[in-house]
Structure formats: structure tokens, C-alpha cells
């Protein structure tokens, strides 16, 4: 990423210079613009997903000169959430401590987001530990098996196991 678009991104999430700043439509820098379409490919989802993060609170594009964008902060909230999601967390369990990330959010929303924050880090620890055992398991399982097997010898795969 070139050095003249990097500030014009900084400028585009400030607020700041937006016009004047961002790439013009057409040139080879203005595919890396954090547009709709260019961050739904980046985060591998699709654009209607964004439109209801946005809807919900939780992301928002701004206008700079004839291009809606998002900025950086957006973008670390966009991967917050795609990786919550991949772990089986829901936008609603984890809404109120992205909201609690606004600059501008009084300390109610600051507490309730920690708050939610510290309860879902006790919730993945404990998962963590139970996901531990049950590998742990599944491979000693799997270990059975093989030996059972003519003619195959087992292999030690398991990377829990303490040898």
C-alpha cells in the first residue's frame, strides 16, 4: 500500500480531508479504498452482511468526496465480529462491547462493554479447557483404534499427549 493512499485512509477515518485526499475513481489506488465492496472481499463476506452490521450500530460508512467509506477502526470491528462469529458467538453477545469501542460512548456503555467483555473471556476459557479435554480424548480414542487395525502401525498424533 503506497504511502499517498495510507494518508488518505488516516484522513478518511479522521474525518478529515476526505475529499481532497482519497484516491480518484479509476485509478490503481483506488481499489485498496475501504469501500463496501473492497472490505466484504477483504473479510470474505458479503456486502448485504456489512449493510446489517451497519444497520445494527455496530460499523458506519462515511462520505468522503463521491465514495462512502469505512475506516480503520470500522475494519477492527468488522474482524472482531467475523472471528466471534466463527466461534459461535452471536452479533447481540458481543454488540455492546464493540459499542463500548466508540470514542464517544459514556462510561455506562464503557462498563457494560468491559463488563460483557471479562463475561465472554470466562466463557471461551471455560470452553477452551472443555474443547482441551475432549481432543485429548478423541485422539487417546483414536490411538485405540489404529492398534486395533491389522497391519497398520500406530502413529502418535496426538498433541496433547504427554509422551
Request: glycine share 6%.
Amino acid at each position: 500500500m503506497s504511502k499517498r493512499f495510507r494518508k488518505a485512509a488516516v484522513a478518511a477515518a479522521d474525518g478529515e480531508g476526505c475529499a481532497s485526499s482519497l484516491p480518484q475513481p479509476g485509478s490503481a489506488e483506488n481499489e485498496f479504498a475501504l469501500s463496501l465492496k473492497a472490505v466484504a472481499g477483504m473479510f470474505k463476506i458479503s456486502p448485504h452482511t456489512l449493510r446489517l452490521y451497519e444497520l445494527r450500530g455496530l460499523i458506519r460508512r462515511v462520505r468522503c468526496g463521491r465514495q462512502w467509506t469505512y475506516s480503520w477502526a470500522d475494519c477492527e470491528r468488522i474482524a472482531l465480529i467475523v472471528k466471534a462469529r466463527k466461534v459461535g458467538l452471536s452479533i447481540r453477545s458481543i454488540a455492546r462491547i464493540i459499542k463500548a469501542m466508540d470514542v464517544d460512548a459514556g462510561t455506562a456503555k464503557f462498563e457494560a462493554g468491559r463488563e460483557q467483555c471479562l463475561d465472554l473471556i470466562r466463557a471461551l476459557e471455560l470452553r477452551k479447557k472443555d474443547l482441551h479435554d475432549v481432543l485429548g480424548e478423541l485422539h487417546r480414542i483414536d490411538w485405540e483404534l489404529s492398534d486395533r487395525l491389522p497391519g497398520k502401525q500406530a502413529t502418535r498424533n496426538d498433541p496433547f499427549a504427554t509422551y
